[in-house]
């Protein structure tokens, strides 16, 4: 007798996980872009580290990328964008609060590019920054 309840149960639970599967792959088309898990940026000046900044990012994909695919691959532009910040630190001049947004979403976009390919992004952005430190740092000698 139970097997034949588990019998009669059996398409609707698999209907269920078909509905669920393809209720994943609507919700990730729908989405646009690959986001970027928060980073810790190295602020340095003269060599010497003075605070981290934690961004979060975003790569708009172009109409034509697949999104499953370039999600898979965040790991790698997280890991591009921090070398690149241990290279050469995104340190504004005026203000150890902040990282070189434009030269930040230009590395994060050519590395992206180099990763993936020149044509499944269409730009990058920042999402936020938040330093870790606000007080006790050097004064920028802009200010």
Same mark, same amino acid.
């Given at each position: 007798?139970?097997?034949?309840?588990?019998?009669?149960?059996?398409? =609707?639970? =698999?209907?269920? !996980?078909? $509905?669920?599967?393809?209720?994943?792959?609507?919700?990730?088309?729908?989405?646009?872009? +690959?986001?970027?898990?928060?980073? $810790? #940026?190295?602020?340095?000046?003269?060599?010497? #580290?003075?605070?981290?900044?934690?961004?979060?990012?975003?790569?708009? #994909? %172009?109409?034509?990328?697949?999104?499953?695919?370039?999600? *898979?691959?965040?790991?790698?532009?997280?890991?591009? +964008? +921090?070398?690149?910040?241990?290279? *050469?630190? =995104?340190? +504004?001049?005026?203000?150890? !609060?902040?990282?070189?947004?434009?030269?930040?979403?230009?590395?994060?976009?050519?590395?992206?590019?180099?990763?993936?390919?020149?044509?499944?992004?269409? %730009? $990058?952005?920042?999402?936020?920054? *938040?330093?870790?430190?606000? %007080?006790?740092?050097?004064?920028?000698?802009?200010?």
């Amino acid at each position: 007798m139970l097997r034949r309840h588990l019998l009669a149960a059996a398409p =609707f639970a =698999f209907a269920a !996980t078909a $509905a669920q599967a393809s209720g994943g792959e609507e919700k990730a088309k729908e989405e646009p872009y +690959v986001n970027i898990s928060p980073i $810790a #940026l190295p602020i340095a000046v003269d060599g010497r #580290l003075i605070n981290y900044v934690f961004v979060q990012l975003r790569l708009t #994909l %172009s109409p034509s990328a697949d999104g499953a695919a370039m999600r *898979t691959r965040e790991p790698w532009f997280r890991d591009a +964008v +921090v070398r690149a910040g241990h290279r *050469t630190p =995104f340190t +504004v001049a005026t203000d150890y !609060t902040k990282v070189d947004e434009k030269r930040l979403v230009a590395t994060l976009l050519r590395e992206a590019r180099a990763i993936a390919g020149p044509k499944n992004f269409t %730009s $990058a952005q920042l999402m936020s920054q *938040t330093p870790k430190q606000r %007080s006790r740092l050097p004064t920028p000698p802009g200010r």
